[in-house]
């Protein structure tokens, strides 16, 4: 009588566990929701912080007004608003978010928590390029003066990582022969870029070198509509992929039993990884961490699952860069410094940390 009344009670107490289980997992659905919600509110928050920020005397009030009635400010400070500070604040959200997209794809295809962008050597292609367009006056056919250093850089960094690809076809797509091509490609962009600079006059060199450090001081409304379109069309895709590199991160042979096509999804989210980070240093030049730190963060807030891991990872990176560029313009009154700077001084701590957490020492 006990069993059969045991026997009774199983598939309640089954359904009573499915049901608890669900429960909980939509709860962690809704609560990582509205973790992505309040990025976004915090990317935006950034963003209007950047906007009121800056040297030109205009109050926070001026330039809420200014953005819904501009005829409401003098012609100097709708210039300043509308040519100088808004593009640059949109450049700093997109190309954070973009790094931050290309850093969690490259990540979870190399399986290596300390991939990413630069990683494949697109920082140092790209700076050759752009040492081509300022030291020799060489470029890609076509180029105007305007657009010969980004056109160049662009390419250059494309070209790369087009060139990776085709190598690790030729040798097998494995994570570990990306990573190794992927330095071999640097060291010799960086080689070459190091003769470029020997050669250089001084002027082309203080060009050279300020470029490499980063800055969005270059912004203007035709560079922020392309990085805009980079990442408009890149964003549905990774999306779409979302589930494939979520059974990823479970392990190749995992996710090739779960029918996953390993080797087409690792080459078609380096052709996305390829056109953000190109696009992104074309116009703002080198920018290193955003790639490394947002989709550390991200991870540990949303957990590894892509739906979350995606935007959240994207709107890390937004609300980073627009950050530090509100540093960038505050650290020294009067003086506006690179981009780059910033972010290396808050990334290389996150950074020294990965390394030391994964070699196993107490910190």
């Known amino acids: 009588m006990h069993s059969e009344q045991t026997l009774a009670l199983a598939p309640d107490a089954e359904t009573a566990a499915i049901n608890a289980r669900w429960k909980q997992h939509r709860r962690t659905l809704r609560r990582r929701r509205c973790i992505v919600a309040a990025l976004a509110l915090l990317a935006l928050v950034a963003a209007l912080t950047d906007l009121f920020t800056g040297s030109a005397a205009l109050t ?49 295809i190399l399986n290596n928590p300390l991939a990413e962008p630069f990683t494949l050597g697109v920082s140092s292609s790209a700076a050759l390029g752009a040492a081509l367009a300022i030291v020799l006056d060489w470029g890609v056919i076509g180029s105007d003066a305007t657009w010969l250093v980004p056109a ?52 082309a060199l203080q060009q050279l070198v300020f470029w490499s450090m980063g800055s969005l001081a270059r912004a203007d409304w035709h560079s922020v509509a392309i990085v805009a379109a980079t990442l408009v069309v890149t964003l549905p895709f990774s999306w779409r992929a979302a589930g494939q590199l979520t059974a ?13 096509d390993v080797t087409s999804l690792r080459r078609w989210a380096l052709v996305r990884i390829s056109l953000l980070a190109a696009t992104a240093v074309a116009f703002v030049g080198t920018v290193g961490f955003v ?31 627009a950050l530090a560029s509100v540093a960038s313009k505050s650290l020294l009154p009067g003086i506006t410094l690179p981009i780059g700077i910033v972010t290396a001084l808050v990334g290389l701590p996150v950074f020294m940390g990965l390394i030391l957490r994964r070699s196993g020492v107490s910190v």
């Open 152 to 203: 160049n850089a662009f390419v250059f960094a494309l070209v790369s990582l087009m060139l990776l690809q085709f190598l690790a076809q030729w040798r097998g797509a494995q994570a570990q022969t990306l990573v190794l091509f992927g330095i071999a490609i640097g060291f010799t962009a960086g080689a070459l870029l190091s003769l470029l600079q020997f050669i250089a006059s001084e002027e």
């Open 60 to 108: 926070p009030a001026q330039v809420i007004q200014g953005l819904w009635t501009p005829d409401s400010l003098s012609t100097p400070m709708q210039v300043v608003l509308w040519q100088v500070r808004l593009p640059v604040a949109l450049m700093a959200l997109l190309v954070g978010g973009a790094l931050a997209l290309a850093g969690v794809e490259m990540q979870t």
């Open 248 to 260: 990823l991160r479970l392990g190749e042979e995992r996710a090739r039993s779960f029918g996953i």
């Open 291 to 321: 790639g490394l730190v947002a989709p550390h963060v991200a991870r540990m807030i949303v957990g590894d699952g892509h739906r979350h891991l995606l935007p959240a990872s994207v709107l890390i990176g937004a609300a980073l860069v």
